[in-house]
C-alpha cells in the first residue's frame, strides 16, 4: 500500500483513484475517500505495526491529507465519508 502512495503535489498522501466522474467514489475527489480507507486499516491494525518506524514518514503524509481534506472536501463526499473519519488521525 505505501509504495504506491503519492509523495509529491497537492494530493501528496493519498493513492491513486478512480475518476469515471461518478461522485462520490469515482470523481475528482475520490482520492479522499480511498485516503480514508487507508486510515481506517492502519488504525485497526495492530498496534506494533502502527508505530512501526519505517512507516511513520506515510502515516504523517496521510495524516496531512486527511486533515488538508476535511477542510476542503465538498459536502457531498463528506456525506459519504465513512463515519468517525474526523477522528481517525488520532487514533493511529
Same mark, same amino acid.
Given at each position: 500500500?505505501?509504495?504506491?502512495?503519492?509523495?509529491?503535489? %497537492?494530493?501528496? !498522501?493519498?493513492?491513486?483513484?478512480? $475518476? /469515471?466522474?461518478?461522485?462520490?467514489?469515482?470523481? +475528482? %475527489?475520490?482520492? /479522499?475517500?480511498?485516503?480514508?480507507?487507508?486510515?481506517?486499516? &492502519?488504525?485497526?491494525?495492530?498496534? !506494533?505495526?502502527?508505530?512501526?518506524?519505517?512507516? =511513520?514518514? $506515510? @502515516?504523517?503524509?496521510? *495524516? +496531512?491529507?486527511?486533515?488538508?481534506? @476535511?477542510? !476542503?472536501?465538498?459536502? +457531498? =463526499?463528506?456525506?459519504?465519508?465513512?463515519?468517525? &473519519?474526523?477522528?481517525?488521525? *488520532?487514533? /493511529?
Amino acid at each position: 500500500m505505501w509504495a504506491l502512495q503519492i509523495k509529491t503535489g %497537492d494530493k501528496r !498522501g493519498a493513492w491513486p483513484w478512480l $475518476n /469515471f466522474q461518478l461522485q462520490p467514489w469515482e470523481a +475528482e %475527489d475520490s482520492q /479522499f475517500y480511498g485516503a480514508t480507507l487507508a486510515a481506517i486499516a &492502519v488504525a485497526t491494525a495492530p498496534s !506494533g505495526y502502527r508505530s512501526s518506524p519505517h512507516i =511513520q514518514p $506515510n @502515516l504523517q503524509s496521510l *495524516r +496531512e491529507y486527511l486533515q488538508r481534506g @476535511l477542510r !476542503g472536501a465538498i459536502a +457531498e =463526499q463528506s456525506r459519504h465519508t465513512p463515519l468517525g &473519519v474526523h477522528e481517525i488521525p *488520532r487514533h /493511529f
